[in-house]
């Protein structure tokens, strides 16, 4: 956003330059008129587009975003307890950088049991999914993940609008 201030202001000032060169010169006028009319509107039109799509990126970057600090940190220390609970790792007394190089350890050392974890936790999520996509009225028979996804967006930026 402040960028695009940024760019709004310097496209102002190079147009009144522009405009005071009219007055100083006769001949430059039509020509910077020219300049003024065109190319910096569109210029700045330009910067603006993208600053908007630059925020819409931002906000799919970060989903968490929503959360605290304090409570993201909680939801990571939930997500290493679980992991811990299931490489039964006793997470008693220790930090959530002793429980990482625990977990990573315990992966490295027991690949498949890592690998049936991954396979358990995309069927749980996969679920979810589909329950909430039957909720909001999509058929969800014969459809991937993937496809799902796409839709439930789809579904999202039809409400908005």
């Known amino acids: 956003m402040k960028r695009a201030w940024n760019m709004k202001f310097s496209m102002l000032i190079i147009a009144l330059s522009l405009l005071s060169l009219c007055w100083l010169a006769p ?7 020219d300049i003024i009319s065109n190319g910096a509107t569109t210029q700045l039109e ?3 587009s993208n600053s908007s799509e630059d925020q819409q990126q ?3 970057q970060h989903q968490q975003k ?6 993201l940190q909680a939801h990571k220390l939930d997500k290493l307890k679980r992991l811990a609970n299931y490489f039964e ?8 950088k ?9 992966k490295n050392e027991q690949p498949e049991k890592w690998e049936m974890f991954k396979q358990k936790f995309r069927a749980k999520k996969l679920e979810e ?6 909720s909001q009225g999509i058929s969800i028979e014969g459809k991937t993940e993937q496809q799902l996804r796409e839709e439930l967006h789809k579904l999202k930026h039809n409400m908005k609008e």
């Open 27 to 33: 001949s430059i006028g039509a020509a910077a008129n």
């Open 46 to 48: 330009g910067r603006q």
């Open 58 to 60: 931002s906000s799919h």
């Open 66 to 71: 929503h959360m605290s600090k304090e409570q």
């Open 89 to 96: 790792i006793d997470i008693e007394g220790k930090s959530a």
């Open 98 to 106: 002793e429980l990482r190089v625990e977990i990573e350890k315990a």
């Open 129 to 134: 999914i589909r329950e909430f996509a039957k």
